[in-house]
């Protein structure tokens, strides 16, 4: 039984489904015009305006001796996944990149068990199992239907797996650190490190906005104060304020989002792509009952 404290904790609930399934639509939209590194700076640089003047007060709450996992988490959590994720979706469609993104408690589960050396049960090998068959349906079925090898997915693959790294490194050794604080700190750091990469790459051209860019720009921005500032905040509240089971339950919910999104925009899927995150979905609940 869900013990949330509100009708507030299911209305952010709802919210953060919905930004976050909605973030990979907001992806290819800011992709339209923009590089997919371009759109990535955007969107980090866009969610530490936002938090950092927060994160200037938070960073002297954390003890000293934590911020290398402060800045461990901001790369693997934000800025890693960000420009990971644009890069798939530049050959990958924005649905398909939500459905692969269910592999995070996947990932979570894999690395606990060689991080923490938890036992393993049959029925977790079943569901490991059951999602790489997931795995296989999704990257190896191109949207034409033919067998072939999709390389782009594995970048959507390698920030599930940074998500769950990250997951397993907070619950080790920042778990003393108060969730609003690192949210606020890692938003930070990550627009730090876009801005460096930013600065090393030549930047972003400086040019006025038109009709062909205006959407793009929109997009992006939109993406980097909801999908991650505002998005980081509320997950924080729902952490919080509910029981991990539930909080963890959002990640379920993004792919059907994403899809929606996906199908308005005139993307197509495959029976077997649908079968993929079934799969992926159905191993993910086998291991928990399983813990």
């Known amino acids: 039984m869900v013990k949330s404290k509100g009708v507030l904790v299911w209305l952010f609930y709802s919210v953060l489904v919905l930004t976050w399934g909605s973030s990979f639509i907001l992806m290819k ?3 339209k015009y923009y590089s997919p590194p371009q759109v990535a700076t955007i969107r ?34 934000m800025f890693i996944p960000a420009y990971l994720f644009c890069f798939a979706e530049s050959q990958i469609s924005s649905a398909l990149a939500g459905i692969l993104n269910a592999l995070t408690p996947f990932f979570t589960f894999i690395l ?4 923490f050396k938890h036992a393993v049960h049959r ?41 769950g790294l990250n997951i397993n490194i907070v619950k080790t050794h920042l778990s003393h650190v ?12 990550a627009g730090l490190f876009s801005l460096i990469y930013l600065w090393g790459s ?56 994403a899809i929606f999104w996906g199908v308005l925009d005139g993307e197509s899927l495959l029976v077997w792509h649908y ?17």
């Open 44 to 77: 980090l640089v866009s969610a530490m305006i936002v938090l950092g003047g927060f994160a200037s007060i938070h960073i002297r709450k954390i003890p000293f001796r934590s911020l290398g996992y402060v800045f461990l988490s901001a790369l693997l959590v």
């Open 112 to 115: 606990g068990v060689f991080y």
């Open 202 to 257: 030549g930047g972003i051209p400086i040019m006025p906005l038109t009709l062909e860019n205006r959407g793009p720009v929109i997009a992006s921005v939109i993406l980097g104060v909801c999908g991650t500032a505002v998005a980081q905040v509320l997950f924080n509240y729902i952490i919080r304020r509910s029981t991990p089971v539930f909080s963890s339950s959002i990640i379920y919910a993004l792919p059907l989002v």
């Open 275 to 291: 079968v993929g995150m079934v799969c992926i979905i159905s191993g993910i609940l086998v291991m928990r009952r399983s813990a």
């Open 123 to 163: 029925m977790q090998i079943a569901g490991l199992v059951i999602g790489f068959t997931g795995i296989l349906f999704l990257t190896l079925i191109s949207s034409n239907g033919e067998l072939s090898f999709n390389r782009f997915t594995i970048f959507v693959i390698i920030a599930s797996f940074c998500y």
């Open 178 to 189: 108060n969730p609003l604080h690192l949210s606020t700190v890692s938003v930070a750091f």
């Open 29 to 31: 939209q800011g992709l």
